[in-house]
């Protein structure tokens, strides 16, 4: 059974830096795409980040140049390094996994964060 875990979420002043890690168990071999999406109060989710199997990433705009995704493949975990964070940065964080050869989704539980002096 495919499990995320995220973790590192917390109150962080604006300025601030926060890393955000999802440890994954379970997976098979495949092809992933993994994803960070957030969710702020009264707002739809959005996608963050992504990375793919060979290393590739994107961004949203508004998180450009702040926001680093990273893998270790070794320990199966995928970060999100957010630094110079802002208040409309408030969001519940989720990690997503794509299997894209089995056409699946796999979700966290996500993760706090808050933005605020």
């Known amino acids: 059974q495919v499990q995320l875990v995220e973790s590192g979420g917390d109150l962080v002043q604006p300025g601030g830096s926060l890393r955000l890690s999802c440890a994954a168990s379970g997976l098979i071999a495949s092809i992933y795409l993994v994803g960070w999406y957030r969710q702020a109060p009264g707002k739809q989710r959005e996608l963050v980040a992504t990375i793919t199997s060979g290393g590739s990433t994107n961004y949203i705009d508004s998180v450009k140049g702040r926001f680093t995704i990273s893998r270790d493949n070794a320990k199966n975990t995928v970060y999100l390094q957010m630094n110079s964070l802002k208040p409309e940065d408030t969001a519940v964080y989720y990690c997503?996994?794509?299997?894209?050869?089995?056409?699946?989704?796999?979700w966290g539980q996500g993760t706090q964060v808050t933005v605020s002096s």
């Open positions: 997503n996994v794509y299997d894209i050869i089995l056409n699946r989704d796999y």
